[in-house]
């Protein structure tokens, strides 16, 4: 079992730069797949990125990939996702998942057992 709590969010206008982060209770952090996604109002929840547990493996979706950066400390039980050049587009709720899988990660909202409450992110133009 895993508690998941995001912070970071904010209101921020368009090319401005926000770094969400996670941060989850209950043991064996380094043993999960850790993922981002968001939703915004009206839209299906939306990948954003998603790294293995050691940080070798990492996949961004294609609304964010070269903007958006995910990584993690495990020492800090923590994972962060560092947005960069923000657009109105981006304005949603950013949750993060974890996933206690065998394989190395994943785009699957489906496939993660764990999420937090989520965090607002807010672009105006």
């Known amino acids: 079992q895993v508690q998941l709590v995001e912070s970071g969010g904010g209101l921020v206008q368009t090319g401005d730069s926000l770094r969400l982060s996670c941060t989850a209770s209950?043991?064996?952090?380094?043993?999960?797949?850790m993922g981002w996604f968001r939703q915004a109002p009206g839209k299906e929840r939306e990948f954003l990125a998603t790294?293995?547990?050691?940080?070798?493996?990492?996949y961004y979706g294609d609304s964010v990939r070269g903007r958006f950066t995910i990584s993690r400390d495990n020492a800090k039980n923590t994972v962060y996702l560092q947005m960069n050049s923000l657009k109105p587009e981006d304005t949603a709720v950013y949750y993060c998942?974890?996933?206690?899988?065998?394989?190395?990660?994943?785009?699957?909202?489906?496939?993660?057992?764990?999420w937090g409450q989520g965090t607002q992110v807010t672009v105006s133009s």
């Open positions: 998942a974890a996933d206690n899988a065998t394989y190395l990660y994943t785009s699957d909202d489906r496939r993660y057992d764990y």
């Open positions: 790294i293995g547990r050691r940080a070798h493996h990492i």
């Open positions: 209950g043991r064996s952090f380094s043993a999960y797949i």
